[in-house]
């Protein structure tokens, strides 16, 4: 390592300067992250309470730099209590993100509509506002006269009274004033009423009967099939609630925690509601009614509105509100002359409110245009029974105008090919289609026998098909036949082999030359081989593999020996007495052939 | 002596007096064919559609003749049955150029809106609609007489080529008969129909007073799935079924 003039290694410094810049660029990237998601938010957990309720209130702020409290408006209405700070700092995808949350819990003074915001914080000689949000007050229950219980388990509906189809709010609450756990809830099963969960539970602080309680909120939407007079049975409510101690001595721990017993299993049922659902009205009914009931608006656009042609613009038609929002129908777009149109598949998105299902169901259709003009996409309508108003309404679009250009085309480029080949070629121009028609009939006298798209016929299709096989069949079997017949003439010559040697044998008597020689013989032609010297031993082993007994085998080694013996001792021409021996060995060898 | 010369002459006599009525039938089948162009060409197109149909129906049926037809219905301003003759001559001439325009062409005059697909059979063994049922024929009974000349040579001779030669023989051999057999399946069990009226309803039951479910136009492809009475269930696509009175469609299959 090379030291400077000062003595401190080079190395050392140079790496000082890199831990400062990348220092600096994270110091630039973390303050650039963070101004770049500067909101201010305004949130309150549910639309809807009661004078009784609080409610709590999240203001959200996202920017960077030291601020003050959020000054928020319209709630003059309402009594405040502070809930404290919450800060949050993340790092997702290398960017810093910081929060601060203030949360407050309002609690309306009167009924009404409400609407809360903005928040408006100051940072840094700049205003942040906020969104506003709405909030329903309806006026609590008159509970007086009741006597207040500890826990006790509530039912409502939004309607004693509504048409078929038309979505319920069925709110269940659970007041307490002591501890609960391991909740567990049996709703009332009936049939024609479907229930449906509207979100999360909601736990808030609640005054009833003059004492306040804590609050666990529970919503169903609930949608009938069928008329008629129905009884919701009470919901029942399985926990274990945990008794307050009542000793007078406290215990060294004073953490609330601490101030209540082992739990008790308790159940808790409320009250049945009557509900009267009524039929939908036959007055004013429209022919092509689609059962839908709610408060809807409809909407279409086409984009592009102008296009060239060739091209495609995409219609939107968008169906939205609340109510039985999967019973929205799906639109079908009337014929539009001189356009093709392509329809895309409907979505259907909801989502729960307080107030029930809302939807949206968005339709698309590609239009392709056949010509140049303007064309004009028609109007398409939905009937729906709207509940608030008690009556059928029809929404309708507007029609929507689409104006379609002559083609555009591109410049000619003819700068690249003057490029490539020194020399500009002529102007290319896209082929122009000036008309259509179809092409002329065929007329040809070969057309009317088909050429070769003709079928074969039957017949002739066949015999080539079944021809090959059967040629190949007819030669496999003539293959055989011959094999066999080469066999069989085998088998003939062989079993003619002893009428031979024993016509040898006894016309005269043979010398041990020729006995040999006719053994050999014998044994070539019966056993289709072409030996040139038969041996005792070789004699032995074809004889024993065509399944001749032992004694018989070594009774014809025996003779044979013997006459090699004669010939190889000089005796080969004397007359021997062998013959009768030998044809009796061969006879009863060929009997015990296998 | 005298039975036997009677006999070949009474066979001769057979054979020529069939040679004359066929050779009758094709004189008449050929003036059929050239009023049917005559009229065409001074355009009196009903009457060559009848000329084309009798040419059809006298058992001259192939590709050129539905192409005709099929030209002489869109010069009449029948859509349906132009797309209908069109869709039979594509089944027996599947790469005729001026069949597949002329095709193209009326398809786009239709008013419905749809995109036909091309059925599981046809998009799987993407072939099929590369030859007809004529052509497939032919390539089989070639690779049948190409296999079976190489087990005949081998049972004469067996060189070390002949194994792998007929493995990959029988391999083409199978692959064409099935494509055969697909493609006889194809064209005898088109369950396809074209809707021959300006427009129909499509009825939620083979009654007159059913609910209407939907509205279709003249030239339209829909597939059959049972008949009753007068009455056709139709299927469109998963969600767009119905019936549909007989007469307002008529089948591809011939």
Redesign the interface.
Same mark, same amino acid.
């Given at each position: 390592m090379r030291a400077d003039a000062q003595g401190r290694p080079r190395a050392r410094t140079g790496d000082m300067k890199r831990f400062a810049f990348l220092l600096a660029a994270f110091m630039m990237l973390v303050s650039s992250s963070l101004s770049a998601a500067d909101e201010v938010t305004l949130s309150l957990d549910r639309t809807e309470a009661t004078t009784a309720d609080s409610v709590k209130m999240t203001v959200g702020i996202s920017v960077s730099g030291h601020s003050g409290s959020p000054v928020i408006q319209g709630i003059t209405d309402f009594h405040i209590s502070p809930g404290g700070t919450s800060t949050n700092i993340e790092f997702v995808n290398g960017r810093m993100s910081k929060r601060t949350d203030y949360i407050y819990y309002i609690q309306p003074v009167k009924p009404g509509t409400y609407h809360i915001g903005p928040a408006e914080v100051r940072i840094g000689g700049r205003a942040y506002r906020s969104n506003t949000v709405e909030l329903l007050v309806s006026k609590a229950s008159d509970a007086a006269g009741q006597p207040p219980e500890q826990v006790f388990l509530k039912a409502e509906v939004s309607k004693k009274r509504s048409y078929v189809q038309e979505p319920l709010i069925y709110l269940l609450k659970l007041y307490r004033r002591l501890e609960v756990g391991n909740l567990s809830l049996n709703l009332p099963e009936i049939s024609d009423l479907n229930f449906r969960k509207l979100g999360d539970p909601l736990e808030y602080q609640s005054n009833y009967a003059g004492q306040q309680y804590n609050v666990l909120e529970l919503r169903y939407e609930i949608v009938a099939e069928h008329a008629g007079k129905y009884t919701i049975e009470g919901a029942s409510m399985g926990m274990t609630v945990y008794e307050p101690r009542t000793s007078r001595t406290r215990s060294p721990f004073s953490d609330p925690f601490f101030m209540f017993s082992s739990g008790r299993p308790a159940k808790f049922t409320s009250d049945a509601i009557e509900l009267e659902i009524v039929p939908l009205p036959t007055e004013g009914r429209p022919d092509d009614f689609s059962s839908l009931v709610g408060t809807y608006e409809i909407a279409s656009s086409v984009e592009p509105a102008g296009i060239a042609w060739g091209e495609s613009a995409s219609l939107t038609v968008t169906l939205s509100g609340a109510g039985n929002v999967t019973c929205m129908p799906d639109i079908?777009l009337p !014929?539009i002359k001189q356009v093709? #149109? %392509?329809?895309d598949q409907p979505v259907l998105e909801t989502r729960p409110t307080a107030r029930g299902f809302e939807g949206t169901k968005t339709m698309k259709w590609a239009l392709v245009p056949?010509a140049e003009g303007t064309f004009v996409i028609p109007s398409v309508k939905v009937n729906f029974f709207d509940s608030a108003q008690d009556r059928y309404r029809t929404i309708s679009t507007e029609p929507q105008v689409l104006t379609v250009s002559p083609r555009l085309e591109p410049a000619p480029d003819t700068a690249g090919d003057a490029g490539l080949s020194g020399k500009a070629g002529p102007v290319k121009s896209r082929v122009e289609e000036l008309g259509?028609?179809?092409?002329?009939?065929?007329?040809s006298?070969k057309?009317?026998?088909? !050429?070769? %798209?003709?079928?074969?016929k039957g017949m002739f299709?066949w015999l080539? #098909?079944l021809l &090959? &096989?059967l040629? %190949?069949a007819a030669?496999?079997l003539v293959?055989r036949f011959h094999k066999r017949s080469h066999e069989q003439l085998s088998r003939i010559r062989s079993r003619g082999a002893l009428k031979v040697f024993v016509k040898r044998c006894r016309h005269k008597e043979m010398n041990a030359v020729e006995l040999i020689d006719a053994l050999e013989e014998y044994f070539n032609s019966r056993f289709v081989l072409s030996l040139g010297t038969l041996t005792p031993d070789e004699a032995g082993k074809i004889l024993k593999k065509r399944g001749v007994s032992q004694d018989t085998c070594l009774e014809m080694m025996d003779a044979l020996a013997m006459l090699h013996d004669a010939v190889y001792t000089g005796r080969g021409e004397k007359r021997l007495d062998l013959g009768d021996d030998l044809v009796r060995i061969l006879k009863k060898a060929e009997k015990e052939f296998g | 002596m005298r039975r036997t010369v009677i006999a070949i002459l009474s066979v001769v006599f057979i054979a020529f007096s069939l040679a004359v009525i066929g050779l009758a039938q094709d004189h008449s089948a050929e003036e059929v064919f050239y009023r049917a162009n005559q009229a065409y060409k001074q355009g009196d197109f009903t009457q060559a559609a009848q000329a084309y149909g009798q040419l059809i129906e006298m058992g001259y049926a192939n590709g050129h003749l539905y192409y005709n037809l099929g030209n002489s219905f869109f010069r009449s301003g029948q859509e349906g049955k132009a797309i209908l003759m069109y869709e039979r001559a594509y089944l027996l001439m599947p790469r005729d150029a001026d069949l597949l325009f002329n095709m193209n062409y009326v398809k786009d005059q239709r008013v419905d809106a749809l995109q036909e697909g091309q059925g599981v059979l046809a998009s799987t063994f993407f072939w099929l609609n590369s030859l007809n049922l004529a052509e497939f024929y032919r390539v089989f009974v070639i690779c049948n007489l190409l296999l079976f000349t190489a087990l005949i040579l081998r049972l004469f001779m067996n060189p070390s080529w002949m194994p792998p030669l007929i493995i990959t023989a029988a391999f083409v051999w199978s692959a064409v008969a099935g494509s055969v057999a697909m493609k006889w399946y194809q064209v005898n069990f088109d369950d396809r129909a074209v809707v021959l009226e300006k427009e129909m309803d499509v009825l939620s039951g083979p009654q007159e007073g059913d609910t209407v479910l939907f509205r279709l136009h003249e030239g339209t492809i829909v597939y059959e799935e049972r008949t009753e009475d007068q009455w056709v269930l139709i299927q469109l696509s998963a969600d767009k079924r119905g019936w549909v009175r007989a007469e307002s469609i008529e089948g591809v299959r011939m």
């Open positions: 079908e !014929g093709k #149109v %392509y329809a056949q259509r028609d179809i092409l002329p009939n065929h007329t006298m057309d009317l026998s088909g !050429g070769l %798209y003709r079928t074969p299709f080539w #098909v &090959p &096989p040629a %190949y030669a496999a293959m | -």
